[in-house]
Nanobody
Framework: QLVESGGGSVQAGGSLRLSCKAS????????LYWVRQAPGKGLEWVSA????????YYSDSVKGRFTVSRDNGEASLHLQLNGLRPEDTAMYYC??????????????????RGRGTQVTVSS
């Protein structure tokens, strides 16, 4: 019900645009998220956007470099990644939850989650 795309391998300083297509549920009722998991590490919240798309939230680690957007008409979520760093290397997942959750998150936190798209940044 959530399918990510757009991952890839880039050099440090490069850019990528991740996309997520939703189906099978009413997207308009949910906050949409990007979360990531690096090898051997826990799940990290990256960004969230309110159901209307007006309110956007970013973790300190990506603020100023990543930009989230959503298009409810197209049932899609995007994440523009600029100024990529090796520490951004991770599997990136889109997810949905009725409320804003930015701490103590786990895969089970979300009502819906995609299978992920890999982002690899080399130095």
């Amino acid at each position: 019900q959530l399918v990510e795309s757009g991952g890839g391998s880039v050099q440090a300083g490069g850019s990528l645009r991740l996309s997520c297509k939703a189906s099978g549920f009413n997207l308009n009722l949910y906050y949409l998220y990007w979360v990531r998991q690096a090898p051997g590490k826990g799940l990290e919240w990256v960004s969230a956007v309110s159901s209307s798309g007006v309110f956007k939230y970013y973790s300190d680690s990506v603020k100023g470099r990543f930009t989230v957007s959503r298009d409810n008409g197209e049932a899609s979520l995007h994440l523009q990644l600029n100024g990529l760093r090796p520490e951004d290397t991770a599997m990136y997942y889109c997810a949905a939850h009725r409320d804003l959750r930015t701490t103590n998150i786990h895969f089970e936190t979300f009502a819906y989650r995609g299978r992920g798209t890999q982002v690899t940044v080399s130095s």
